[in-house]
């Protein structure tokens, strides 16, 4: 059963909202704007190193190992000369995701040498996961560091591998904490602010004085371009998603109340222990076993 933490906890609050804009946590409006190319554009280059005049969008379908594997479809894969690309918009956290983003790089990796090439002429590959949930980092991690990259690096020197074909960008929406559009100052931290904000951008703020380039952004995004059935769809899953953080907050109010009920029960166990009462007793008033009462 999914919880709050394994989400943004500000993402409850504004789920569903339907204002002016898409909001681009959900996900039907990521892959409606993203499917745009020009705002793809943006956002690869705002984000990553190389630059890219131009890409081209491939299958979004990834090989089925597992009969039980339902997520092989993913959100967006692209190329250009200067890479792969893949794109994730991740609402929730799993225990598996870094290994199943490896696996899809990896895949992207295999996919580009075919049966008996003599030479491995590999692309390198990038995998950007906009992450919508909380992930955990050391401790002295800068508070304010929204962007997370990894390489393959040397352990002792830590020397970049010349040639790695991999590397993995985490842009992290719950390390947003800015509330003012003016004080940002790089793109990646503009794009968390609209990723967490996009909905309710227009309503809770005057125009900005300087959109900084993501002019196309907003409005490639707005709700009244929509079609019926597009609206249809994207009410849908601003539903389900509403639908799926309520059940996850309903499940930590149960276990708060039944982690005190708990609580509760040892303290009036410990009473009773205090004042001598069998054991046996005891357990036929609490429910717990001889074993239970001993340790406590």
């Given amino acids: 059963m999914k919880t709050l933490q394994d989400y943004d906890y500000d993402f409850q609050d504004v789920v569903p909202v339907i204002g002016k804009y898409l909001d681009l946590r959900i996900d039907w409006a990521f892959k409606y704007v993203f499917s745009k190319k020009e705002i793809l554009l943006k956002l690869l280059n705002d984000i990553l190193p190389p630059t890219i005049t131009d890409l081209e969008y491939l299958s979004n379908e990834i090989p089925v190992r597992s009969e039980k594997d339902k997520r092989s479809t993913l959100d967006v894969i692209c190329e250009s000369p200067g890479g792969k690309f893949l794109v994730e918009m991740q609402r929730r956290h799993t225990a598996d995701i870094d290994d199943r983003l490896a696996y899809y790089s990896a895949s992207l990796v295999h996919g580009q040498v075919k049966r008996k090439d003599e030479i491995y002429n590999v692309k390198h590959v990038y995998v950007l996961c906009v992450a919508s949930f909380v992930r955990s980092h050391p401790e002295g991690t800068p508070k304010d560091k929204m962007l997370f990259c990894y390489d393959y690096r040397e352990n002792e020197t830590y020397e970049l591998l010349e040639n790695a074909k991999t590397s993995f960008y985490y842009l992290e929406l719950s390390r947003m904490k800015e509330p003012d559009w003016e004080k940002l100052q790089k793109n990646p931290e503009r794009w968390c602010y609209l990723f967490k904000n996009m909905s309710k951008f227009a309503s809770e703020r005057a125009e900005p004085k300087d959109l900084h380039g993501f002019e196309g952004v907003l409005d490639a995004a707005r709700v009244d371009c929509l079609s019926p ?57 609490s429910g717990l076993s001889l074993e239970e009462i001993a340790k406590l």
């Fill in 229 to 285: 059935e597009e609206m249809d769809n994207y009410q849908d899953m601003l539903t389900a998603v509403k639908n799926e953080i309520r059940s996850a907050h309903q499940y930590d109010i149960n276990q708060a109340e039944a982690r005190g009920e708990a609580r509760e029960k040892v303290k009036i166990v410990k009473a009773l222990k205090s004042l001598d009462v069998p054991a046996d007793k005891i357990s036929q008033a």
